[in-house]
């Protein structure tokens, strides 16, 4: 597969599973979405048209979203991941999206360390992952993706109760 084919088949996987979690996973109805890794801002916009009235938290070491796609300031978290959504933990979101893996199996191992960890401790009980990479905690599991998506592609978790 070229790249430009699996650079295609991870954003539809992204688009897929963020709809069907609008359409068939319901959310807690308090608490934010934290989108971790802000890139572009091109995720960033989809949820906020995908779940309006949702506050969505953004995370990046750096500003380099589209200026149509940028969080208000106070709903951008600019630094280190690993560190920065540590202070998320207990936060209560609803949603977490992490979309931070970089295609080099030695970076997304070290990003493994912690990512898991950091994703449950600021999910709510009952709240939802998407991820591009697998998140293996006791405390997320793993739900259903939809068909249209390749299970090795892009992950679906429910923090337990
Ligand atoms: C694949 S891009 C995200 C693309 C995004 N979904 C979009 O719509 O454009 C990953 C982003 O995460 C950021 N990132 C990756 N690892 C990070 C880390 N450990 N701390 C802070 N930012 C990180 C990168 O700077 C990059 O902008």
Do not use: C
């Amino acid at each position: 597969m070229s790249r430009l084919d699996s650079f295609i088949r991870r954003m539809s996987a992204q688009r897929d599973i963020i709809d069907h979690v609008r359409d068939n996973v319901p959310l807690l109805p308090t608490g934010a979405i934290l989108e971790i890794g802000l890139g572009n801002g091109r995720t960033f916009d989809h949820l906020r048209d995908r779940f309006p009235g949702r506050r969505i938290v953004a995370f990046d070491r750096a500003l380099g979203a589209h200026s149509s796609s940028t969080p208000e300031p106070e709903n951008l978290v600019i630094g280190e991941i690993g560190e920065t959504a540590r202070a998320f933990a207990g936060q209560g979101a609803a949603l977490v999206h992490a979309d931070i893996g970089t295609g080099y199996p030695d970076k997304d191992a070290i990003t493994l360390t912690w990512l898991p960890d950091i994703v449950s401790a600021a999910l709510a009980p009952d709240g939802v992952a998407i991820s591009g990479l697998p998140l293996e905690h006791p405390s997320l599991a793993p739900l259903p993706i939809p068909s249209s998506v390749d299970p090795d592609r892009y992950f679906l978790y429910r923090r337990k109760a």
